[in-house]
């Protein structure tokens, strides 16, 4: 038995284990600092890195400037358009309002409204009418005949578009 022990420790242990009972307290000196150096550098690593942190020294954004400050878009436009004219100023009639506008089974239809508080002979109102996708499929006249001052009159027109689905308008005539 003591030599089937003997093989198994040679091989458990390869030879490592120490032949001294008391081997741990006959130490040399350079022994003992080395193992307490072995174990407190990396405790002391990691209590320091815990302190920078608690410190803020890894906060990066007291170090970072402030941000700068947006610009409104006035600004945008007077940097992007710096020769631009304010004075522009599109004439449209404003005499004819379109209140709505359907546009949908081969034909368009709405209402209109006089803005005005005299009497129109005669108007005509263009749309160009889009698809579903928003590609051009054609544009459409709407006439109307004696419009009362601040009274609407709905429309309905047919359109030969039947892949039309909306409509925008593109002029305004009145008489």
């Known amino acids: 038995m003591k030599r089937l022990r003997q093989i198994f420790e040679s091989i458990f242990y390869a030879g490592l284990k120490p032949r001294d009972p008391f081997y741990l307290s006959n130490r040399t000196t350079g022994q003992r600092i080395r193992l307490a150096a072995l174990i407190a550098i990396p405790f002391l690593a990691v209590l320091g890195g815990v302190a920078l942190a608690a410190m803020g020294y890894f906060d990066t954004s007291s170090r970072l400037p402030p941000p700068a ?15 631009l004219n304010k004075d522009i100023r599109i004439e449209t009639n404003q005499d004819l309002q379109v209140l709505d506008v359907v546009v949908g089974r081969g034909r368009i239809s709405g209402s209109v409204k006089n803005a005005t508080t005299r009497v129109i002979g005669g108007a005509e109102v ?19 005949a004696r419009l009362a001052p601040g009274s609407s009159t709905p429309f309905l027109n047919p359109i030969a578009q039947t892949d039309a689905a909306y409509a925008v308008v593109r002029e305004v005539h009145s008489q």
């Open 69 to 83: 400050k947006p610009l409104s878009n006035a600004e945008i436009a007077a940097k992007m358009l710096p020769d």
């Open 126 to 144: 263009i749309f160009e009418l889009t698809n579903a996708r928003g590609s051009r499929v054609g544009a459409v006249s709407c006439r109307f």
